[in-house]
């Protein structure tokens, strides 16, 4: 058969496990401190100052919240499903975990006589892979929501299932109109041809901010969290978690929250790239200290797509489930199918 | 063995065993679950098959939709193993010998096929990737193509009349 494809090569595996970790890590490290800048912007946004105890600024706060959930009792309900009380957690932190994979976090560095590249999998369907995983992030939900054997738990769960689901249409077709103007699935190449050229949220506005409101859709975000409904649902499907699995629950959230802001700053703002319309090779610096230049500038842009999840989440605004299905089903994917179709015009046109 | 055939016998016995656990487990849930087990089992032979594109189609359309349409239903309804209604012995037994049937059927056809083993399969390069396989689903394929998205077009229409809920 066919055994040209693989075979181990052991300094690749060393390097990509050591970036896996790394990545994880990262992703861990940005999701605690996000909820730590969660309630600092919602303290500035409402004029109070947050959390400022433990640690200077409170920056200790997400290592006590941490060890506070630990502490915690563990329950688990009687009458629930017990292994897979305990498998919805662990898949809705997998599911946030394993998009990172295809995500270019900086261009090439030289170390050890070796160049490594800083995406884990360039695959050349990256962006599908990316697609796959979020259509996947529906059965940590709805597992660990029906394993609670609790009315208010299911319809939670089945809540946000249906409301990712019913998303994902619209953020599909808005990638289209996206892969339309790139022609390519590859992330790495798609942060190539945004390097010298134009950034691709100057060429599809509508298609970007169509991303934005299914991205916020997507992680259960505010005006879109009516899976947790305290008034109507108790909490929604993680009603019957308690301690750790309930952090899982809550943890996910923001890690996809990182996630979809790294996916957005590579899809339309260049990714890794410093400064649009300019090609950063003309400064001469090294390899490397560009490769650590243009991560910063990733981060940097991830940073302020959080601050934008948080500042929406914080004028507290609402729907209604009916508003929500109609807004996802009536207005966006018509808009997004307009879109799709100006696009493919636009570039029959200027062919 | 190297690691080709290694992750070949592993991702089989995975899809075997997953699909036997689908057929065996007493309860509908975990049937799904382990059917989305095997989905990605096959996923992973596409990747061994240089298939990436199909790979992750599979993954998207089965496990990431239609199998989250049958744990819906199935969680809905609260079908479990305790409310089953038991089926009749001998319904069983008629079950088994037809199903034993239908595979002895399919597994001589397959070995009689002619020319099946003369098929070399060229598997390096970009053949299933995704610019070939538009390339010739857009060129040779065209016409069933379209059909088939007509046929979809269909369905959801279809669809929709059923949803409706007043007329």
């Given at each position: 058969m066919n055994t040209i494809l693989l075979a181990i090569d052991l300094p690749l595996v060393l390097e990509k496990v050591i970036l896996i970790a790394l990545v994880v890590t990262v992703s861990m490290v940005v999701a605690m401190y996000a909820t730590w800048g969660e309630r600092k912007v919602a303290a500035f946004i409402q004029d109070r100052l947050g959390p400022n105890r433990a640690g200077p600024l409170g920056l200790f706060q997400p290592l006590a919240d941490g060890l506070k959930l630990f502490m915690k009792e563990e329950i688990i309900p009687n009458a629930s499903n017990k292994v897979l009380f305990i498998l919805g957690p662990s898949l809705a932190m997998l599911t946030a975990l394993l998009t990172s994979a295809v995500i270019p976090w900086g261009d090439k560095i030289e170390m050890f006589g070796r160049t490594i590249s800083l995406q884990i999998a360039d695959v050349n369907i990256g962006i599908l892979y990316v697609f796959g995983v979020v259509s996947l992030g529906v059965y940590g939900i709805m597992i660990g929501a029906w394993a609670s054997n609790n009315k208010f738990s299911l319809m939670g769960g089945v809540?946000?299932?249906?409301?990712?689901?019913?998303?994902?249409?619209?953020?599909?077709?808005?990638?289209?109109?996206?892969?339309?103007?790139?022609?390519?699935?590859?992330?790495?190449?798609?942060?190539?041809?945004?390097?010298?050229?134009?950034?691709?949220?100057?060429?599809?506005?509508?298609?970007?901010?169509?991303?934005?409101?299914?991205?916020?859709?997507?992680?259960?975000?505010?005006?879109?969290?009516?899976?947790?409904?305290?008034?109507?649902?108790?909490?929604?499907?993680?009603?019957?978690?308690?301690?750790?699995?309930?952090?899982?629950?809550?943890?996910?959230?923001?890690?996809?929250?990182?996630?979809?802001?790294?996916?957005?700053?590579?899809?339309?703002?260049?990714?890794?790239?410093?400064?649009?319309?300019?090609?950063?090779?003309?400064?001469?610096?090294?390899?490397?200290?560009?490769?650590?230049?243009?991560?910063?500038?990733?981060?940097?842009?991830?940073?302020?797509?959080?601050?934008?999840?948080?500042?929406?989440?914080?004028?507290?605004?609402?729907?209604?489930?009916?508003q929500l299905m109609n807004l996802g089903w009536k207005s966006l994917i018509p808009i997004s199918l307009v879109w799709m179709l100006i696009t493919a015009v636009f570039i029959l046109a200027t062919r | 063995m190297n690691i080709t055939?290694?992750?070949?016998?592993?991702?089989?016995?995975?899809?075997?065993?997953?699909?036997?656990?689908?057929?065996?487990?007493?309860?509908?849930?975990?049937?799904?679950?382990?059917?989305?087990?095997?989905f990605f089992a096959i996923s992973g032979h596409y990747i061994l098959l240089n298939a990436q594109f199909l790979a992750i189609v599979n993954i998207i359309v089965y496990a990431g939709a239609i199998m989250v349409l049958f744990l819906f239903v199935i969680m809905l309804m609260n079908l479990n193993a305790d409310n089953e209604p038991q089926k009749n012995k001998w319904l069983k037994i008629a079950g088994v010998i037809a199903g034993g049937c239908l595979m002895l059927v399919l597994v001589s056809a397959i070995l009689r096929t002619e020319g099946l083993k003369e098929q070399t399969l060229s598997l390096s390069g970009s053949t299933g990737l995704i610019k070939q396989l538009g390339k010739t689903l857009f060129t040779d394929y065209v016409l069933p193509f379209e059909i088939s998205s007509v046929l979809f077009l269909s369905a959801m229409v279809g669809a929709v009349v059923i949803g409706k809920k007043e007329d």
């Open positions: 809540r946000a299932a249906s409301q990712i689901i019913s998303y994902e249409l619209a953020m599909g077709l808005s990638l289209i109109a996206l892969l339309m103007t790139t022609g390519t699935l590859s992330l790495s190449e798609m942060v190539h041809q945004q390097q010298t050229g134009w950034w691709n949220v100057i060429k599809q506005p509508v298609g970007f901010f169509i991303f934005l409101i299914c991205a916020f859709a997507e992680c259960n975000r505010t005006p879109f969290d009516l899976a947790e409904a305290e008034n109507e649902l108790i909490g929604g499907y993680h009603s019957e978690f308690s301690s750790m699995k309930l952090g899982f629950y809550l943890f996910s959230e923001y890690i996809n929250m990182f996630i979809s802001s790294a996916i957005m700053a590579t899809l339309y703002f260049g990714g890794y790239d410093i400064i649009p319309f300019y090609d950063e090779s003309a400064w001469g610096l090294s390899t490397n200290l560009m490769a650590l230049l243009g991560f910063l500038a990733l981060f940097v842009k991830i940073l302020v797509l959080i601050f934008v999840f948080m500042w929406v989440r914080w004028t507290i605004p609402r729907f209604r489930y009916d | 055939e290694i992750l070949f016998w592993f991702l089989t016995a995975l899809a075997l065993g997953g699909s036997l656990m689908m057929v065996f487990s007493k309860n509908p849930v975990y049937s799904v679950l382990w059917l989305i087990v095997v």
